[in-house]
């Protein structure tokens, strides 16, 4: 066979050799010869070029020549025919010496294979490139239509009058324009690694061809299926229609997902542009602006944050928030909630058009999410000023989850208690600033403000806090007496107490405000107020542990939340 100028990839070349056909090879995808002719292999004659398909016919002379060869050919294409299972160790051999092999059904005759890859490197005459070309104007013309992919399949079925099929990567229907034996055909294709495959089982006859991302990443995201019960099907004017149907089904995917990004690009600017807006201001140019973006300052609007429960290392903590963030707008497609969304301080914030009750229902978080993710969600939103407060909302949330022994994994406003409602009435700002000028002259003396924390952590039981410092119960008796005479105040009066737990707590809160993820500087501890104390009673003069306070910094134990 002479060579010609219409070379064709070799895994184009699949489908003509019937349907059943494996392919076996070393997993480089790089390697895909394009071949220009084709014949059967005889070890007596020179090593051809690698554009020369090899066809090699099962015997004993055969695969021991193929064996004694392998290390003196370059890698090269390879059609098997009439071979056996059971003679597969030179296939193996084959693939690790980085040879391409297609393992063709039984039956299959050499002259067929030769006569078919000559067709398909043959020039195609004029008559033929109008024809496709007619066809391919045709097709593309649904891309024109509100439902293009649908229409695509439309178009496919009247021209190969065969039922056509999107099918996902998990073998589920997207689009179609009929039934087929679904199941048994996925069996068939999701075995191969090939970019079409003849399809023959049950009764059904036709032609899969494999669909890729409409991003830069061009994963394979399913299958094109073209099928009916005709056993001369396809013909070559079907195979050339499953094809040019697949390609324009790419070529809308990525249309779609261009505009998708350009749309979430709006969104996420018209969000970041409310953040910026502080609550005494409005914008009516912005609200109406959110109501062309379906998003309603007139029915329930809430900020929802997420962030990973452990911030890492910054490359695993972002690739955590990002997976977080496809979870939950997957989630909320599925329940068709209009919402913006952006990156924001070491996690992902939402603006989300539903209820407080409706956003808790969508989340359904089960308990591998409940261990990598806290969930803050903000007060009910009724102008553009406020969505900068419910976004503060969500985060004091998720500091106050965060403060915990055990802590929740989600939290809404509605839960907070009254110390934390207090912090977000007044701002954290704003509270972090007046615990600041409070304590203030204790801020520098660590070894007694750190003393006040742990007397708080343990319930104020002196014994239990001096031993978690590792020091004697007086020595912490003589700092508290130091917090007494530097602030001017008597830790017997409850005014005291819930003066100093607050600013206390303030302190905390007003350190993760900084920066999530952000180092502590010295003289900044941690909030541990969670923590267990043994039940005891405090031999320092003041209110026992188990009287209230009035205040309490955790949130009450009788939400509603899911842990």
């Not at 939103?381 to 989600?410: C, F, H, M, T």
Request: hydrophobic share 40%; charged share 25%; proline share 6%.
């Amino acid at each position: 066979m002479e060579l010609n100028d219409s070379p064709v990839k070799f895994t184009d070349l699949l489908p003509v050799f019937g349907p059943g056909v494996r392919l076996i090879h070393d997993g480089r995808p790089c390697f895909d010869p394009e071949i220009l002719t084709s014949r059967q292999w005889n070890p007596n004659e020179p090593f051809p070029e690698s554009s020369c398909l090899l066809i090699l016919d099962h015997g004993a002379e055969a695969s021991s020549a193929l064996r004694d060869s392998l290390s003196d050919m370059a890698p090269h294409a390879w059609v098997l025919i009439n071979w056996p299972e059971d003679d597969v160790e030179p296939l193996t051999r084959l693939g690790e010496s980085g040879h391409l092999v297609a393992i063709a059904p039984a039956g299959t005759d050499a002259v067929d294979i030769i006569v078919h890859v000559d067709r398909a490197t043959r020039p195609a005459s004029e008559s033929e490139l109008r024809r496709l070309t007619s066809m391919q104007r045709r097709f593309s013309q649904s891309l024109t239509t509100e439902t293009p992919i649908q229409s695509i399949l439309d178009r496919l079925h009247k021209t190969t009058q065969a039922v056509a099929v999107i099918v996902n990567l998990h073998g589920r229907a997207l689009e179609n324009t009929g039934t087929v034996p679904l199941s048994l055909i996925f069996e068939q294709i999701r075995q191969t690694t090939a970019p079409s495959q003849m399809i023959a089982i049950d009764g059904w006859h036709g032609l899969a061809v494999r669909l890729h991302a409409g991003d830069d990443s061009m994963q394979p995201t399913g299958w094109l299926v073209n099928a009916t019960r005709r056993t001369d099907f396809p013909s070559a004017d079907s195979l050339a229609a499953a094809h040019i149907a697949a390609t324009l089904i790419e070529t809308s995917l990525r249309m779609t997902s261009q505009a998708r990004s350009q749309e979430t690009a709006i969104r996420t600017s018209l969000f970041e542009q409310a953040l910026s807006f502080r609550p005494e201001l409005e914008s009516p140019e912005l609200a109406s602006k959110f109501a062309a973006a379906d998003i309603s300052l007139s029915h329930p609007l809430r900020v929802l944050v997420a962030t990973p429960v452990n911030l890492r290392a910054h490359g695993s903590s972002r690739d955590t928030i990002r997976e977080l963030h496809a979870d939950l707008i997957e989630s909320l497609s599925e329940f068709d909630i209009p919402f913006f969304s952006t990156f924001r301080d070491e996690g992902i914030a939402f603006l989300i058009q539903a209820e407080g009750d409706s956003i808790r229902r969508f989340l359904r978080i089960p308990q591998e999410d409940a261990e990598r993710a806290l969930y803050g969600i903000g007060r009910n939103v009724n102008n553009i000023g406020e969505v900068a407060a419910s976004y503060a909302d969500a985060w004091l949330a998720i500091r106050a989850l965060r403060s915990q022994a055990r802590p929740k994994s989600q939290m809404a406003i509605e839960q907070f208690d009254f110390a934390t409602r207090l912090f977000a009435s007044i701002g954290i700002e704003k509270m972090t600033e007046l615990a600041q000028d409070f304590l203030s002259p204790l801020i520098e003396r660590e070894p007694v403000l750190l003393g006040l924390r742990r007397y708080f952590e343990h319930k104020q039981n002196t014994k239990a806090a001096a031993a978690s410092l590792g020091i004697h119960h007086n020595s912490l008796r003589y700092r508290l007496s130091k917090v007494e005479e530097i602030l001017q105040l008597d830790l017997n009066e409850p005014t005291a107490i819930a003066s100093l737990h607050l600013a206390l707590t303030a302190l905390d809160l007003g350190v993760s405000e900084e920066a999530p993820g952000r180092s502590r500087r010295r003289g900044d501890h941690q909030n541990t107020t969670g923590r267990r104390a043994p039940e005891r009673r405090s031999s320092f003069p003041g209110p026992r542990p188990d009287e209230p306070f009035g205040v309490s910094f955790h949130p009450s134990s009788t939400g509603d939340y899911p842990s």
